[in-house]
């Protein structure tokens, strides 16, 4: 995934700070089905989205690299006693603060059975504390550890087949539900941060990470350290079951009732057997239903290690009273034993794999290539080739398929998805448009990918390519909550946050060769997945 491009991931990883279900706007069909399936690329990867930037200097490559190394210059970082890491960027042009709690542990860590879990532990990781959002937490604790103990006597008289003990068992459920629900401060902690000015409340979980962020203006620094540090500290995972309804629905709605988002589950299980990308962030049905508070607090205890978690900082403050409150709030984690780096040991694909789904909805045609991590040396060039064909309306593919050829409606590309850590995939998609079929998209598809590895790319083309990577990092870069995003990003998936400063010097130095090169690795009939999405009762 370039970070640089922000365009990565995929469905339902998304969970807005405990807001309504998120809704599209309805323009024509077919312009919502794009706009869905977009929406369902990017939360994924569970990624922020980034300001634009102004008044960034101009792109041109000579030009960049000094204002990049004056960026990272204002940049300190420190790492607690604990081995909490904070990476702090001074920027004083105005009063305001961003702020990133990354974890790193995402859906790639759950363990076979227990999918959509590190997604449910942000979800309540909004709910509090022993001190926020309760009444009387010593009263409310009993009353959640007996519904714990009569959610497990209702699996167990289910798997028996004992019906009349269930609905005895579920009437008891409910009565203490509704007492626990009782001591209940609801969203207690986003209205504290709303009420002292904090914006931008939210969350993201994808298959590498979970990250929670917001922003406060700068006199607020303090409160930001004593709010993130006691929900970490001292969370309290309330309201589970009210909220295991709520992650049901987010699933129903964003897969079992979204055909896109069905063909992408199941197109990530055949391109990835074997693979932890290859199962979907927010979980399967039976395991979200199956999910204890036990095994939320199981993933809390193993991976929420203060040295899983690296804390970016972007805006109005100083390093040095950033040090100061971070070593008195968080310094109160203690260290714990650190669980052990997830090994993926997925062997490369060696032959093509099909997937059709026939389905109430209009076509589409996906087809993804496995690649290399983001560490791989080649990681700047699947960025160059994932622009030269689709990086915008002048691009190959936009180009080829929509304008000239007009078979498809719309065309697009991930180029890692649906993370980064590990090998992955790069994923090209398309609409047909009326009248058309998902067998021509695929012949025209064909015959630009033949073309990149066969026609070397002019020089301005790529020339071309480098000015819109450079702007687009540009734009991050002036984003407070942008920088605050890619700085833990890199640090916990490169082993240093200066990489991101190095990505355009790399991207500059690929050449047509190397485009050439890459492009007749990756795009190989044996190394491809396709996926085809057809309305019901259509020959496709």
Not at 105 to 112: I, L, S, T
Not at 299 to 311: A, G, M
Not at 398 to 422: C, M, W
Not at 500 to 526: E, K, S
């Amino acid at each position: 995934m370039p970070l640089l491009q922000l365009f990565v991931g995929l469905l339902i990883g998304f969970a807005p700070a405990r807001l309504s279900p998120h809704r599209l706007p309805r323009p024509a069909t077919w312009q919502r089905l794009t706009v869905l399936l977009g929406l369902i690329i990017l939360l994924w990867g569970g990624l922020p989205a980034v300001a634009l930037a102004r008044g960034m200097p101009s792109n041109r490559a000579g030009s960049i690299q000094p204002y990049l190394d004056r960026v990272a210059e204002q940049i300190t970082e420190f790492t607690l006693d604990n081995g909490m890491k904070f990476i702090v960027m001074e920027r004083h042009q105005a009063p305001v603060v961003s702020f990133m709690t990354y974890v790193d542990v995402g859906a790639a860590h759950e363990q076979p059975g227990k999918t959509g879990a590190a997604h449910f532990l942000e979800h309540l990781a909004f709910k509090g504390t022993t001190r926020i959002g309760t009444r009387d937490y010593e009263a409310e604790k009993p009353l959640l550890d007996r519904l714990d103990a009569l959610f497990d006597q209702i699996k167990a008289a289910q798997a028996a087949g004992q019906p009349e003990t269930v609905a005895q068992l579920q009437v008891q459920f409910n009565q203490l539900k509704a007492e626990a629900a009782a001591y209940v401060k609801q969203n207690e902690f986003g209205q504290i941060v709303q009420q002292f000015g904090g914006v931008g409340l939210n969350a993201t979980t994808s298959a590498d990470a979970t990250r929670y962020f917001y922003s406060f203006p700068a006199n607020k620094l303090e409160l930001w350290m004593s709010l993130e540090s006691e929900r970490f500290l001292e969370p309290v995972f309330r309201e589970f079951y009210e909220e295991k309804d709520v992650i049901l629905e987010e699933r129903r709605l964003r897969s079992d009732n979204s055909p896109i988002g069905k063909m992408l589950e199941e197109f990530l299980q055949v391109a990835l057997p074997d693979h932890p990308y290859g199962r979907p962030v927010i979980g399967y049905e039976t395991d979200i239903r199956d999910l204890t508070r036990a095994d939320i607090q199981q993933l809390f205890t193993t991976y929420y290690t203060p040295d899983h978690i690296i804390i970016g900082i972007v805006g109005d403050v100083n390093p040095t009273q950033v040090k100061q409150l971070a070593q008195a709030y968080f310094g109160r984690f203690q260290a714990r034993t650190r669980a052990a780096d997830l090994t993926v040991t997925a062997p490369p694909q060696t032959e093509p794999r099909e997937l059709t789904l026939r389905l109430p909805a209009e076509p589409w045609y996906i087809e993804g290539y496995q690649r290399a991590p983001l560490t791989d040396p080649n990681d700047p060039v699947y960025q160059v080739i994932s622009r030269l064909l689709y990086g915008g309306r002048t691009s190959r593919l936009y180009r080829s398929l929509v304008e000239q050829q007009q078979i498809a409606l719309t065309v697009n590309i991930a180029d890692s998805f649906p993370g980064n850590r590990y090998s992955n995939l790069l994923l090209l998609y398309a609409q047909t448009a009326p009248d058309h079929s998902v067998d021509e998209v695929a012949t025209a598809l064909e015959a630009e990918l033949t073309r990149l590895k066969t026609e070397p790319v002019s020089e301005d083309e790529l020339d071309q390519v480098k000015t819109q990577t450079r702007a687009g990092l540009l734009q991050t870069l002036a984003s407070n909550q942008g920088m605050a995003s890619l700085l833990p990003e890199y640090e916990a998936k490169t082993g240093d946050w200066r990489n991101l400063f190095t990505q355009l010097a790399a991207i500059d130095a690929v050449t047509a060769a190397d485009v050439q090169r890459v492009a007749n690795q990756l795009f190989q009939p044996q190394n491809r997945t396709v996926g085809k999405l057809l309305s019901i009762g259509t020959g496709g």
